[in-house]
């Protein structure tokens, strides 16, 4: 099976969702991690979230997918308050894929994978044959069907990190909200992940360090600083000279990808682009 036929398999049960972020600030211990944050995400559209370090990125995916309460404001999944939802409900319509590791347990990576198929089971269910086939087909659209009997707390960073991906897959949700899903990757998997994302259709906001991967496969591009939204809009209209510096404290030359036409961007030196060596 081919990673574009996996997916489809995947998430054939799964329409696009929709994803509202409204006026949503958050406290944590006295401080003000968030503040009035709005975002939205159309069926189909890929949002990704960018900042420096501490701009609010992981709390507000977090407030998303209701590992922490906002103090105002809320996140409406398909139309609907997350706060108001059964936690099965929700996990129908939004799946997470978070930066902190699942736990090990002594499981498999497929043991891990099969996790997602919780939210459309009964308690104690076993996985008949339709989970089986959705499972083995999340692993495969990571390229991770060779590690689905190896112990996952035996992998490497970058494997645990394509079979929570595969896990998140298999929940066939129409939205995700996918925090840092590149990071322990190499180059071919972080362009492989993102690709796949692209292919399946599904909504998604994903928050990511790179700009260059974040402008050749957002649609559009939400900026946080300081807990709040800076702005949004196509990467051509948000990366720019501009923002760079004023938000990451950076000088960078911005240019049109000759291939593809995307914003790329070049970090400066005092005497030109930044070289290794």
Same mark, same amino acid.
């Given at each position: 099976?081919?990673?574009?036929?996996?997916?489809?398999? #995947?998430?054939?049960?799964?329409?696009?969702?929709?994803?509202? #972020?409204?006026?949503?600030?958050? /406290?944590v211990?006295?401080?003000?991690? &968030?503040?009035?944050? @709005?975002?939205?995400a159309?069926?189909?559209? &890929?949002?990704?979230?960018?900042?420096? !370090?501490?701009?609010?990125?992981?709390?507000l995916?977090?407030?998303?997918?209701?590992?922490?309460?906002?103090t105002?404001?809320r996140?409406?999944? /398909?139309g609907? *308050?997350?706060?108001?939802?059964?936690?099965?409900?929700?996990?129908?319509?939004?799946?997470?894929v978070?930066?902190? @590791?699942a736990?090990?347990?002594?499981?498999?990576?497929?043991?891990?994978?099969?996790?997602?198929?919780t939210?459309?089971?009964?308690?104690?269910?076993?996985?008949?044959?339709?989970?089986?086939?959705?499972?083995t087909?999340?692993l495969?659209?990571?390229?991770?069907a060779?590690?689905?009997?190896?112990?996952?707390?035996?992998?490497?960073?970058?494997?645990?990190? %394509?079979?929570?991906?595969?896990?998140a897959?298999?929940?066939?949700?129409g939205?995700?909200?996918l *925090?840092?899903?590149? !990071? +322990?990757? /190499?180059l %071919?998997?972080?362009?492989?992940?993102?690709?796949?994302? %692209?292919?399946?259709?599904?909504?998604a #906001?994903?928050a990511?360090? /790179?700009? !260059?991967?974040?402008?050749?496969?957002?649609?559009?591009?939400?900026?946080?600083?300081?807990? %709040?939204?800076?702005?949004?809009?196509?990467?051509?209209?948000?990366?720019?000279?501009?923002?760079?510096?004023?938000?990451?404290?950076?000088d960078?030359?911005? $240019?049109? +990808?000759p291939g593809?036409?995307?914003? +790329?961007? $070049?970090?400066?030196?005092?005497d030109?682009?930044?070289?290794?060596?």
């Open positions: 099976m081919t990673q574009t036929t996996a997916a489809a398999a #995947v998430l054939a049960a799964a329409a696009p969702g929709t994803l509202a #972020v409204e006026e949503v600030s958050v /406290d211990d006295g401080r003000t991690l &968030v503040e009035r944050a @709005s975002l939205r159309a069926p189909g559209e &890929v949002v990704g979230l960018v900042g420096p !370090n501490g701009a609010g990125k992981s709390t995916l977090r407030t998303v997918y209701r590992a922490l309460r906002p105002s404001g996140v409406l999944v /398909d609907e *308050d997350v706060r108001r939802m059964s936690g099965k409900s929700l996990a129908r319509l939004l799946a997470a978070l930066q902190e @590791s736990g090990d347990f002594g499981l498999s990576a497929y043991d891990v994978v099969a996790m997602g198929r939210p459309h089971k009964r308690p104690f269910d076993g996985d008949d044959a339709d989970d089986r086939a959705v499972i087909a999340a495969d659209a990571l390229g991770a060779g590690l689905a009997h190896a112990p996952f707390g035996g992998l490497s960073g970058g494997e645990k990190q %394509r079979v929570l991906i595969a896990r897959l298999a929940q066939c949700a939205t995700m909200v *925090d840092e899903p590149t !990071n +322990h990757l /190499d %071919r998997h972080q362009l492989d992940t993102l690709r796949l994302l %692209r292919r399946l259709g599904v909504t #906001v994903v990511l360090h /790179d700009l !260059n991967l974040a402008a050749a496969f957002c649609d559009r591009i939400c900026v946080m600083d300081g807990g %709040r939204v800076v702005t949004t809009g196509s990467p051509a209209d948000v990366l720019t000279a501009e923002l760079l510096a004023d938000v990451y404290r950076v960078a030359e911005v $240019t049109a +990808h593809t036409g995307v914003p +790329h961007i $070049t970090l400066l030196t005092g030109g682009p930044l070289r290794r060596g």
